[in-house]
Nanobody
Framework: QVQLVESGGGLVQTGGSLRLSCVAS????????VDWYRQPPGKQRELVAS?????????HYSDSVKGRFTLSKNKAEDTVYLQMNDLTPEDTGVYYC?????WGRGTQVTVSS
């Protein structure tokens, strides 16, 4: 059974950093695209970053996080990290990882002003 589990969320002040992790069990991210979404309070879920492509390491970021968020993957290719720097209150939300067929349950990120 495939499971994706996010962790690393929390409460930080504006300008702070967090590193989110998405750990896969029952699969790896070797050839799968991994997406990070976030859902701000009262808003729709939005795609913020993707890791994948032919080599498995191509990245794409939404304009709202480009230059502040960075994706990476461990050597076993079963964990994807989302390093988030220079956080603002607009980054507040529940962050989810997703591969081609599965969603995690999310981790809450709250940025205080």
């Amino acid at each position: 059974q495939v499971q994706l589990v996010e962790s690393g969320g929390g409460l930080v002040q504006t300008g702070g950093s967090l590193r989110l992790s998405c750990v896969a069990s029952g699969t790896t991210f070797r050839r799968n695209t991994v997406d990070w979404y976030r859902q701000p309070p009262g808003k729709q879920r939005e795609l913020v970053a993707s890791l994948g492509g032919i080599d498995g390491y191509s990245t794409h970021y939404s304009d709202s996080v480009k230059g502040r968020f960075t994706l990476s993957k461990n050597k076993a290719e079963d964990t994807v990290y989302l390093q988030m720097n220079d956080l603002t209150p607009e980054d507040t939300g529940v962050y989810y990882c997703k591969d081609e067929m599965n969603w995690g349950r999310g981790t809450q990120v709250t940025v205080s002003s």
